[in-house]
């Protein structure tokens, strides 16, 4: 336990004495002034750096010194050329003009059962349209003698009224 505590102080004296290291190489290039303590001057630097990232943009500040910080206002961009360009783009050329869709879609997954069934459904097709044929002359010949008894009766009936 004795040895991972030492050891544990051991890291957090070399991290100070690299972070030392750091600060030096940083504040290298500027001189210390008289008396001034080294967190004074860090907190002078960081300020400075704040105030070189300041940019006004909505803000239209009184002072002259934050008036240069003032970002100039925008021109629009002109828009015209952009359209023009993702027009011409959402126009591709045709590649094949004659392009049958029947090739392109899918088949159905019963289309060959339809094309076995076919032959047997055109003769069927025929037996059912002479079946029909002949149901239509059956009451024909049916309305005929009907028509016929009617005619019948109507003269009959006019021979008697005489």
């Known amino acids: 336990m004795a040895t991972v505590v030492g050891s544990l102080e051991e890291q957090a004296l070399k991290r100070k004495e690299r972070l030392k290291a750091i600060r030096n190489k940083q504040f290298q290039g500027r001189e210390p002034e008289d008396g001034e303590p080294e967190s004074k001057r860090a907190l002078e630097e960081a300020e400075e750096e704040k105030h070189r990232e300041l940019k006004l943009r909505n803000y239209t500040p009184e002072d002259e010194e934050l008036r240069q910080r003032q970002v100039p206002k925008a021109k629009p961009a002109s828009v015209e050329e952009k359209v023009k360009e993702q027009l011409e783009a959402a126009n591709p050329e045709p590649v094949i003009e004659e392009v049958d869709l029947a090739n392109l879609a899918p088949r ?31 009451r024909l010949k049916g309305s005929e003698e009907q028509l016929a008894a009617a005619v019948g009766a109507v003269r009959e009936g006019e021979g008697d009224s005489d």
């Open 108 to 138: 159905k997954p019963d289309w060959d059962l339809k094309r076995d069934v076919a032959k047997k459904l055109e003769k069927l097709e025929k037996r059912t349209q002479r079946a029909i044929a002949e149901l239509i002359r059956e």
